[in-house]
C-alpha cells in the first residue's frame, strides 16, 4: 500500500514536442493517498489509458516524476511496481480452480503455503466464492469471472495499489450493481489505494471518495462526487457529470448577481473572477431548475416541448427562446404543458467565464 | 406496416432457445427488447433478420408470410454493437454500400448519403477511412448507412454499448428522432433498463428464452404482469421479500405491518412476494403513511445527485436509492421508509395481483 505522488508530469509521444497540442497530457502535479479510492473518469482519448500507463510503468513520461511512499519509481520497470490491474475482460485460467486462480500471483511470489491458503480463504469469503474454491473456473459466469480477476489483485499482501481499466463495461447492468457494491466492500475492508479508470459516471461517481475529470489530456476537476455534482469548477465538468448534464445559458453580470433574458437572476456566489470581454455562461442542473408560478420574481418564461419518462424521474426539455433548459421532475409531480415558468435554485446557480467557474466558494 | 411473430420458436438440438412467442410489432415508436446477456434478444433479432430460421411458426410481414425468405429480400437493416464497416472504404462509401448494391442514381446517393451523415454529423468526415474515425463515429456511420436505406425492418442490436456514456445518452436520445416518420420498424436491443425507459415507444421484456411482456414502455414498467418482468425491468435490481397478507394487513417478517390498498386489498389471505424499487425506499420519512423498515446498511455509493445503501433485513439484501446526499455509516442499523402504495405484490406463481 502506498500514496502515490505525480510531480510535474507531463507525456508527449513524439519525441520533440514543440507545442502544448503535443503533449497526450498536460502538466500535472497529484497525489493520491495511502488507502484512498480514486476514479479517473473523461472521454475516449481523454489521455486516461496515457497516465494508467505511465503508473504501471507500461509508459516512461517525457517529464516528471512518479512516487510511491516518497520513493521514486519512475524509471523503474512494471513488474518492480507491486501494482495489480483488473481488465475489461477477465484475465483468469480457465483450466484452473477458482482456488488455483487465487493463489496463482501468490505462488508466482513463492508464499508460503500456509500463508497462501489463509489469504486465497479470506479473499473468497469476501467475494462470496467461498463455497466454489474447487469449481473450474471455466465454468463461473461473467460477474463471478471478474470477481476472480478483482481477486487476484487483492489478493497480494505487498500491492502498492490495485489499478481498474473499465472492469465493469461488459458486464449486464444487475450484475455491475452487485459487483460495484463487493468492489465498493472490498475497499471499505482491505484499505489498499485503488485506482478505477472509467468513462462511465456512475461507475466513477459510485466508487471512488475523489474523482479525477480529464478532458484532453488534461485535469479539469479533482473532488468528491458532491464536490462534482454541486460546483463543477469547470463547464465539460458540469456537462460531463449528470445526466442531462448542466444547463448553460448565455448570461450577463448585473452586479453580484446575473441577468439571462432580461430577467434578474440571484446568485450565492459572486462572480468575482469573470474577466471582462469573457463568454458568460449561466449554469444550473436540471435537479435545481423547477416550475414556479408565473409571479415568481425569478420567473423565466419557457414552453415545455418535450417529456422523457426515466422510471423514477421525468425529463423535461424546455425552450427560452432559442436554449433549451433541462429539468428533472420526480415521478408523479404534475407538468404543466405548452407555456410555464421555471426558476433555478439560487444557491446550485454558477456564472461560468471562458468555461471556468467564476466564483469562489463563500462560507455556507 | 407490421411485423408479426405467430407461435414462433427456435430450438437447437435438444435447447429451446426461443420459446413459443407471438408478437405484433409496428412502425409507431421502438420496440425495445429488454433482458439480460443470454435471454435470447439476439436470436430473437436473427429470426427476424432471417439470419437463423424458425424452428416452428410463422412470420408475417404486413400479413405477407416471410419465414422462409432469405436476408436478403427482407428488406432489413442490422446493425450490431461491434461497429462493422468497410476498412478500405471511405465513410461517404460506407454510408453509400446499399445504395450501390441497389444501383441507385449517383446524385440520388450523393443527396441521401449527405441527409444520412448530416444527421449522424459525419459531415466532416466523409472522405476518412473508418480506422481514421472514433469509436463513436465508426459506429455512426454505421447507423447511417442503416438509415440511407430506408429499410423497411432496422434492426439495433445492443448498438450503444461499446460507446462512451455521453456519446451513448447523445445517441440515445436522437435516435428515435431520426427514425420517426420513416415507416421502418425499428427494434433495438439492450440489456439496461434505463436505455429502454428512454427510448419509449413499446418494450419486450425478456428471460430466458421467453418474451415476459409485451407492450408500451412506460405501462410495462409501472404495471408489469409478472415477477420476472418487475425484476427485468428494474435498474437498481427490484427488492423483493415475502410478505402474508392477512385480512386488511400485509406483514413483512416480524416487524412492519401496513394497511393492504388497491387490488391487494381483495385478494385472498396467505403469503405474497412484495416488490419495491429502491426509489421508494427512502432513509427519510417523505410521507404520513410510510412504513419504518430496520436495516444494517452494508455498501454505500454516493453519486453527487444520489445516495444509495444497501442494507440488509433479515433475510434480504434491499438498496435505497434517494435524491441528495445522505451520511450513512456503514454497519450502522438504521430506519429506511417504505412507500406502500407503490408496493407490488405477486402470487405463487409470479402474477402480479392486479384489478
Known amino acids: ?364 | 406496416m407490421t411485423m408479426e411473430f405467430q407461435s414462433v420458436a427456435k430450438r437447437v438440438g435438444v435447447d429451446t432457445h426461443i420459446y413459443e412467442t407471438n408478437l405484433t410489432l409496428s412502425e409507431a415508436g421502438f420496440n425495445v427488447l429488454l433482458g439480460a446477456t443470454g435471454a435470447g434478444k439476439t436470436t430473437l433479432i436473427k429470426l427476424m433478420a432471417g439470419l437463423e430460421s424458425v424452428s416452428s411458426g410463422r412470420i408475417l410481414l404486413n400479413g405477407e408470410d416471410v419465414t422462409a425468405r432469405s436476408p436478403q429480400k427482407r428488406n432489413v437493416s442490422l446493425v450490431h454493437q461491434f461497429f462493422v464497416n468497410y476498412p478500405h472504404m471511405s465513410v461517404f462509401e460506407n454510408i453509400a454500400s446499399p445504395l450501390r448494391i441497389a444501383r441507385v442514381a449517383e446524385d440520388e446517393i450523393k443527396r441521401r448519403v449527405g441527409e444520412a451523415a448530416e444527421l449522424m454529423r459525419l459531415g466532416p468526415y466523409l472522405e476518412r477511412r473508418p480506422a481514421e474515425l472514433s469509436g463513436g463515429q465508426q459506429q455512426r456511420t454505421a447507423l447511417a448507412r442503416a438509415i440511407v436505406k430506408d429499410s423497411a425492418l432496422v434492426l439495433l442490436d445492443e448498438p450503444l454499448a461499446n460507446l462512451d456514456y455521453k456519446l451513448r445518452e447523445e445517441l440515445r436520445d436522437e435516435l428515435p428522432r431520426l427514425f420517426a416518420d420513416r415507416g421502418a420498424i425499428v427494434v433495438y436491443a439492450t440489456s439496461e433498463p434505463s436505455e429502454a425507459l428512454l427510448l419509449g415507444g413499446f418494450t419486450a421484456t425478456m428471460r430466458e428464452g421467453r418474451v415476459t411482456h409485451f407492450g408500451p414502455t412506460a405501462q410495462i414498467y409501472r404495471e408489469p404482469r409478472d415477477l420476472a418482468t418487475a425484476q427485468v425491468f428494474s435498474d437498481p435490481p427490484m427488492n423483493v421479500a415475502s410478505v402474508e397478507k392477512q385480512g386488511a394487513q400485509i406483514r413483512l417478517g416480524d416487524g412492519a405491518r401496513w394497511a393492504a390498498s388497491g387490488a391487494i386489498a381483495a385478494a385472498p389471505d396467505g403469503r405474497y412476494t412484495m416488490g419495491v424499487r429502491p426509489n421508494f425506499v427512502s432513509p427519510t420519512e417523505d410521507g404520513a403513511d410510510r412504513v419504518r423498515i430496520d436495516g444494517k446498511v452494508l455498501v454505500t455509493e454516493l453519486s453527487g445527485s444520489e445516495s444509495v445503501a444497501h442494507f440488509e433485513l433479515p433475510g434480504a439484501i434491499w438498496v435505497s436509492q434517494s435524491h441528495g446526499v445522505h451520511p450513512y455509516e456503514v454497519g450502522e442499523s438504521r430506519a429506511f421508509y417504505l412507500d406502500p402504495s407503490r408496493c407490488l405484490y405477486f402470487d405463487a406463481a409470479g402474477a402480479r395481483v392486479a384489478n
Not at chain 1, 503508473?55 to 511496481?81: M, Y
Open chain 1, 1 to 364: 500500500m502506498a500514496q502515490i505522488d505525480l510531480k510535474d508530469l507531463r507525456h508527449s509521444y513524439t519525441p520533440d514536442p514543440a507545442s502544448e497540442a503535443d503533449y497526450a497530457l498536460k502538466r500535472m502535479d497529484v497525489c493520491w493517498r495511502d488507502g484512498g479510492a480514486y476514479a479517473l473518469l473523461g472521454p475516449s482519448g481523454c489521455g486516461k489509458s496515457t497516465l494508467l500507463n505511465i503508473i504501471s510503468g507500461l509508459v516512461a513520461p517525457s517529464e516528471g516524476r512518479i512516487l510511491f511512499d516518497g520513493q521514486d519509481v519512475t524509471h523503474l520497470p512494471p513488474n518492480q511496481r507491486h501494482i495489480a490491474q483488473v481488465f475489461q475482460f477477465p484475465v483468469i485460467y480457465d483450466t484452473m480452480t477458482v482456488y488455483d486462480n487465487l493463489a496463482f500471483p501468490l505462488r508466482n511470489r513463492r508464499v508460503p503455503a500456509e500463508r497462501v491458503d489463509q489469504r486465497v480463504r479470506e479473499i473468497a469469503e469476501m467475494l462470496e466464492l467461498g463455497d466454489r474454491l474447487s469449481s473450474r473456473a471455466a465454468g463461473l459466469g461473467p460477474d463471478d469471472k471478474q470477481k476472480i480477476s478483482m481477486g487476484r489483485g487483492v489478493v497480494r499482501d505487498d500491492v502498492n495499489v490495485i489499478m481498474f481499466d473499465e472492469p465493469l463495461t461488459v458486464i449486464d447492468p444487475h450484475l455491475k450493481w452487485k459487483l460495484r457494491s463487493k468492489l465498493k466492500e472490498l475497499h471499505q475492508r482491505v484499505k489498499l489505494t485503488m485506482i478505477y479508470v472509467t468513462h462511465d459516471q456512475t461507475e466513477a461517481l459510485t466508487f471512488a471518495d475523489e474523482v479525477i475529470v480529464m478532458q484532453d489530456g488534461r485535469i479539469v476537476q479533482i473532488g468528491t462526487p458532491v464536490d462534482l455534482f454541486e460546483r463543477p469548477t469547470h463547464t465539460f465538468v458540469g456537462h460531463f457529470i449528470g445526466s442531462p448534464g448542466m444547463n448553460l445559458l448565455p448570461c450577463a453580470l448585473a452586479g453580484d448577481a446575473a441577468s439571462y433574458r432580461g430577467r434578474t437572476i440571484p446568485l450565492a456566489e459572486a462572480p468575482t473572477k469573470a474577466a471582462a470581454g469573457a463568454k458568460l455562461e449561466l449554469g444550473v442542473r436540471p435537479e435545481f431548475v423547477r416550475f414556479v408560478d408565473a409571479t415568481d420574481p425569478a420567473a423565466i418564461p419557457v414552453d415545455v416541448v418535450r417529456v422523457a419518462d426515466a422510471g423514477r424521474h421525468r425529463i423535461v426539455e424546455t425552450r427560452a427562446g432559442e436554449d433549451r433548459i433541462f429539468l428533472l421532475a420526480p415521478e408523479g409531480d404534475a407538468i404543466p404543458d405548452g407555456a410555464a415558468h421555471v426558476a433555478f435554485r439560487r444557491e446550485r446557480t454558477r456564472v461560468y467565464a471562458d468555461g471556468w467557474l467564476a466564483s469562489d466558494q463563500t462560507g455556507a
